[in-house]
């Protein structure tokens, strides 16, 4: 595994890790950032939307706060001000929400200690806070930083949906454009994700089942592409294993022992462990790597 | 105007599935958490979930304005290009990107 080394160099070092708790709050609330630059405004269109809509203005905040999901809530103003039957929302709400199933596998909630701390931080849990989240290096990570970070988007959006009821229609045009700051934070993240692991398996699979859900189902692009990740990344496991096991069996014939542990144990275990440990240490490896260029 | 029931069953709807979507997989991981192809997954999804949400986040953007593909591309490009080549500060490259975009839309 390679680490992009060069372009970093010359560039000034990213923030160490915070290590009093203020100063992981403090970073949290600075990751809140980029992501506020897209939830405010958002937020703002949501109190708006309501207001049009026809609907009371404590349906606003009362939303942003009952689920905190905010492409959903956009959705469900238009389904509620038509009175769509009640089955129907739920429906929708599961479709549109479902990928959130998958951000357990990589979410970092054993940080967080406490029942209501990891309640709030599950149920907080968007989009934005997983994917901040899982971008960052493991020794970045810290509860109150995650949690920092989850309280202070929360405060934009519901912030962003008061501003919109209040300020309803006196607000002049909204600015045109600001909603890219989400793609554009994706972006960025997702160049960081990789950077700390690059996986290109993972990245053509991933483009390949945005591409196909794009062109099939492109109303619920986003809930077929995840399934479709989800069911090659299976396959590549799979696939993983049975090559795993192929090579079990040609070892058995050639019967060439590559380490001292190959020798003493049997050779399912030894060989299993001799690919755990060396897969260990390039990771580790190439983390360390990584956080010496951050450092 | 809808019933003052039907706003708050829509409510309690929305909270429980959503809470239920985000939460059930913790509880269900847990027990799996040596599991082989747990792990794998873990450390496989991040990134293509991330590219994923990038897409189809760039999609909406272009839908809202639909002749805006060309300036949406070029604000991708810029944003990726000031992170990789000004030391990957995440408000940097938010920022700039987005400020292309916002400018491009608005002024041309």
């Given at each position: 595994m390679q680490t992009d080394i060069s372009p970093q160099i010359a560039a000034p070092a990213p923030s160490p890790a915070p290590v009093t708790r203020r100063q992981q709050i403090a970073a949290g609330v600075r990751d809140s950032f980029s992501a506020g630059l897209g939830i405010f405004p958002?937020?703002?269109?949501?109190?708006?939307?309501?207001?049009?809509?026809?609907?009371?203005?404590?349906?606003?905040?009362?939303?942003?706060?009952?689920?905190?999901?905010?492409?959903?809530?956009?959705?469900?103003?238009?389904?509620?001000?038509?009175?769509?039957?009640?089955?129907a929302v739920a429906l929708t709400v599961l479709v549109v929400n479902f990928r959130h199933v998958f951000y357990a596998f990589s979410f970092p909630l054993h940080l967080v200690r406490g029942r209501l701390a990891k309640t709030y931080s599950v149920y907080a849990m968007i989009d934005e806070a997983y994917a901040v989240s899982a971008s960052l290096p493991e020794s970045q990570r810290s509860a109150p930083r995650l949690l920092a970070m989850q309280i202070a988007s929360q405060a934009y959006w519901v912030g962003g949906g008061l501003v919109g009821v209040a300020v309803g229609s006196a607000l002049p045009a909204p600015v045109k454009g600001l909603e890219f700051s989400l793609c554009a934070l994706f972006t960025v993240l997702t160049l960081d994700a990789f950077r700390s692991r690059e996986d290109i398996p993972s990245v053509v699979l991933a483009g390949a089942s945005v591409t196909l859900a794009l062109v099939l189902t492109p109303p619920i692009a986003l809930f077929t592409a995840l399934l479709l990740f989800v069911a090659l990344l299976l396959a590549r496991h799979a696939l993983i294993a049975r090559r795993a096991a192929a090579g079990r069996g040609s070892t058995g014939r050639h019967a060439a022992p590559r380490t001292a542990s190959h020798v003493a144990t049997t050779e399912t275990a030894s060989r299993a462990t001799t690919e755990t440990a060396s897969r260990a240490m390039t990771e580790t490896a190439s983390r360390a790597a990584t956080e010496t260029v951050d450092a | 105007m809808p019933s003052a029931a039907y706003l708050a069953a829509v409510l309690a709807i929305a909270c429980g599935i959503t809470f239920a979507l985000r939460a059930v997989p913790f509880a269900v991981l847990r027990t799996l958490r040596t599991s082989a192809i747990v792990r794998r997954l873990a450390l496989w999804m991040p990134v293509g979930i991330l590219g994923i949400l990038a897409v189809t986040s760039l999609r909406g953007a272009i839908a809202a304005e639909p002749h805006t593909t060309l300036y949406a591309l070029l604000a991708v490009a810029v944003t990726a290009g000031v992170h990789l080549l000004s030391g990957r500060r995440t408000i940097l490259s938010v920022g700039i990107g987005t400020t292309v975009y916002v400018l491009l839309v608005n002024l041309l």
């Open positions: 958002l937020g703002i269109a949501l109190g708006l939307l309501v207001l049009q809509a026809g609907l009371p203005a404590w349906f606003a905040p009362a939303l942003s706060v009952a689920a905190f999901a905010g492409s959903m809530e956009l959705l469900l103003v238009g389904m509620v001000a038509a009175a769509t039957p009640l089955a | -």
